[in-house]
């Protein structure tokens, strides 16, 4: 099991590439994460949704993703609840305290999805949340050395340098820990170390000497990361590129904001973020609004830093905009809940630059799906992943074709798009044609073979710098 010294300390990158490392080695290579908290979904190949960043780690495996390589996934909807995802399908929206008090009942499920997979691999990589020195959370836990002690598993905890201090965070980890845990860890690795990293020789021996832990060595920076899907939302930030500009509101609930990632990667784009109380550019092409966990809050939120006013004053200059999934809510003339999904029930007005309106349903759709892009008759492959239902007269110019049901709407002078589908940057032909359409020029890059080299890049890294065999040894209790 793969621990962090902290949060965003890079555990999913290293399992994604540990992953890849040990099926080049001819392993059968499951991931694995017991608790998951994430707005970045993927939808599984067994109609279920677990966490971005596992769908990435079973690409670098050679598998299809399924639902229980992360069986229990939180989606913050307010600041203190989140909708409680058990292996693939809505359990319910729980607030903090009360997720607490539920999940002794989850572990079981968490460990029968845990020994389904071990039961198909010769090696289980699991990924631990934040991290174990959250020792008042470590009653009931799920997600770390409660998990660890459940699945007898034996633990590496990882410490970011970059962020300064990792000595403290892997020694500090050490003090804090009960016994029974601490003994656990069987080793430790330094992870995002920028420069010589003989200059921190001292440093790991100091480790060492306080812990008793294993070093199994230090990660160098890994300057292609970027080019992976992030889950986090904390890594979704700004992308420099060429004269193609792509102004993204970073929305309060942000879901699915790996939409961005093919264009991020596009060499003649620029992908901006926005931050809360900042304007939309006024030199964007296209405003690009982005999924969100709570539609109407999130609607709220970017009517409160004028960013409506911004985005009219776009359209009016003749700029384009693209909602997908709440964005595309978002553009409607309304959107009605009348069972208070959420929030409280009724309907607010939506931006009103589509004609259609949305109604919410508890009904939640997850379907991996394969489109055509009407324009030019291009494959797209992507996935749904919402609730609720949209109409009305733009949906009349339909731009995609999903089976023998036409989606997506369109204004008359198609300048404001909007589709439920996500993903579908990722099919290159499709982004091809619509940075065309919009006045922007693509490259003729291959998003999946640009994922697949640098997850080949990753594992070559991984290899030269740690010591696998030795992790390979603690996994087999050598």
């Known amino acids: ?63 299809d993703p399924v639902v229980h390589m992360n069986p229990v996934l939180l989606k913050p909807e307010t600041d203190t609840g989140a909708q409680v995802i058990v292996q693939g399908q809505r359990y319910g ?17 968490v460990l029968e999805s845990y020994h389904r997979l071990a039961a198909e691999a010769d090696l289980v990589l699991v990924e631990g949340a934040g991290s174990p020195a959250e020792i008042n959370l470590r009653a009931g836990d799920i997600a770390n050395m409660g998990f ?59 480790i060492v000497r306080r812990t008793g832990w294993t070093s199994l060595g230090v990660l160098p920076w890994f300057g292609d990361a970027w080019k992976l899907p992030a889950e986090d939302v904390m890594d979704v930030a700004s992308t420099p590129g060429g004269a193609f500009k792509v102004a993204v509101p970073r929305l309060n609930r942000i879901a699915n904001f790996d939409d961005l990632d093919p264009l991020a990667n596009e060499p003649g784009v620029t992908v901006e973020i926005v931050e809360a109380g900042r304007p939309l550019p006024g030199d964007a092409d296209l405003v ?9 809050a999130d609607l709220m939120h970017l009517r409160a830093q004028g960013w409506d006013t911004d985005l009219f004053a776009h359209v009016r200059r003749g700029g384009r905009v693209l909602g997908i999934c709440g964005g595309y809510q978002m553009l409607g003339r309304i959107i009605s809940d009348p069972g208070g999904i959420e929030g ?12 259609v309106t949305t109604v919410m349903h508890p009904q939640k759709r997850l379907a991996l799906v394969q489109a055509t892009y009407l324009p030019t008759g291009d494959r797209v492959e992507g996935y749904e992943i919402h609730i609720g239902d ?89």
């Open 1 to 63: 099991m793969i621990q962090g010294a902290g949060s965003n300390v890079g555990k999913s990158m290293v399992v994604a590439g540990l992953a890849r490392a040990y099926h080049r080695r001819g392993l059968r290579v499951m991931p694995f994460k017991p608790q998951n908290m994430s707005n970045n979904a993927a939808v599984t190949v067994d109609g279920g949704e677990i966490g971005r960043a596992q769908a990435l780690q079973a690409l670098a495996a050679g598998r």
């Open 93 to 109: 929206t729980l607030k903090a305290r009360d997720y607490g008090r539920a999940k002794a009942d989850l572990l079981p499920k």
């Open 148 to 206: 660890a002690e459940a699945a007898n598993l034996p633990v590496v905890l990882v410490g970011d340098i970059d962020r300064g201090g990792v000595i403290a965070q892997l020694v500090g980890t050490y003090a804090v820990l009960p016994r029974s845990d601490r003994k656990r860890i069987s080793a430790f690795l330094i992870n995002k170390f920028r420069g010589d990293p003989t200059l921190f020789d001292q440093g790991l021996a100091e």
């Open 288 to 296: 690009l609004i982005p999924g969100s966990k709570s539609t109407i």
């Open 344 to 355: 409280p029930a009724g309907s607010v007005p939506g931006l009103g630059l589509l004609d």
């Open 390 to 478: 949209t109409g009305g007269p733009d949906c009349g110019r339909a731009w995609l074709q999903i089976g023998d049901r036409a989606a997506g709407a369109a204004s008359p002078d198609g300048r404001i798009l909007g589709c439920y589908l996500h993903g579908l940057f990722a099919s290159d032909a499709f982004r091809a044609a619509f940075l065309g359409d919009a006045g922007g020029v693509a490259s003729l890059l291959s998003y999946d073979a640009t994922v697949e080299a640098t997850l080949e890049s990753l594992a070559g890294h991984l290899a030269q710098h740690l010591e696998l065999d030795r992790l390979l040894d603690l996994a087999k209790g050598d």
